[in-house]
């Protein structure tokens, strides 16, 4: 009998030992570049809804235009609580402020007092002014103007239906409206997309495309898609943080780092891959 079970006890060990030998020995599998990875921060990054930044912006706008909180919350974007009109008739008008001692500005005044009314409502505006450039100022047929701003707060430069500031007056400083889709505390929105790691190089991208369905609608509303032509002549330009809203959450932005691809031969112009995952995530 102590025979017997010192030869089962032995037939165990070497069993186990030659199961842990084979298990060892197992090539490792390689990490998926688009699966979970547990020690990196979320993906994408999220904007959510913030009662104290809406509450502070209506703050803002009544004060300045002397409307009621019932006029002035209509006029405020979802989300961002930024600026998207201003009151139709305001109790005391807007004014540009007064730069240069002549009756109308001339371009370089009326760019500087632009420059100080950007500053007195940096609150619904939704950007520090440094981070806005002009890039166009435009004369309206009815003798109105338009200026035309770009936020500019990340390395990458924002796509997508947000980041921008109008603003429209009249020759004596009227305001008559203005609306921003800029996005407020984009210095914590950077410092997130700081941390996450772009794993698709250029060449990844190209070849993503090319193996993808590219989904679209066309003008009439259809959706359509198609691959991307032989003949289509496909070179990444460059990287940007595109912006839309979330899937998942009503009340949430997701900022996306991608690749803006351009595309010939196509039934549209660009293509918006993501950097991080590979999807294609708008055109």
């Known amino acids: 009998m102590t025979l017997m079970r010192k030869q089962t006890a032995g037939s165990v060990i070497l069993l186990l030992a030659c199961a842990l030998f084979t298990g060892s020995c197992a090539?490792?599998?390689?990490?998926?570049?688009?699966?979970p990875h547990g020690n990196e921060p979320p993906y994408p990054v999220l904007f959510t809804d913030d009662s104290h930044r809406t509450e502070a912006a209506l703050a803002a706008v009544t004060r300045l235009t002397q409307a009621t909180t019932s006029q002035t919350i209509e006029r405020l974007q979802p989300i961002t609580a930024t600026i998207e009109s201003l009151p139709s008739n305001p109790a005391t008008p807007l004014y540009l402020p007064k730069v240069g001692a002549a009756a109308v500005m001339n371009e370089e005044e009326t760019r500087e007092s632009l420059r100080r009314f950007i500053r007195n409502w940096r609150d619904v505006i939704g950007s520090e002014p440094a981070k806005l450039s002009l890039v166009e100022r435009l004369d309206q047929p009815d003798g109105s103007k338009v200026a035309n701003y770009e936020q500019r707060p990340f390395r990458y430069p924002i796509r997508g239906n947000y980041g921008k500031f109008q603003i429209r007056f009249a020759t004596d400083r009227h305001v008559l409206n203005m609306i921003s889709t800029c996005i407020p505390d984009a210095d914590r929105i950077q410092t997130a997309l700081a941390a996450i790691t772009v794993r698709l190089k250029a060449e990844d991208a190209i070849k993503q495309l090319k193996e993808s369905e590219i989904k679209y609608t066309d003008p009439q509303g259809n959706k359509l898609s198609f691959r991307a032509p032989a003949a289509s002549d496909i070179n990444p330009r460059e990287l940007v943080v595109y912006i839309l809203p979330s899937k998942d959450r009503p009340d949430a932005l997701e900022f996306h780092l991608a690749w803006e691809i351009p595309l010939t031969n196509a039934p549209v112009k660009t293509v918006y891959l993501d950097a991080v995952n590979g999807?294609?995530?708008?055109?």
Do not use: D, R, Y
Request: glycine residues 8%; hydrophobic residues 35%; negative net charge.
């Open 279 to 283: 999807e294609i995530i708008a055109t």
């Open 27 to 35: 090539p490792l599998q390689p990490p998926s570049a688009t699966g």
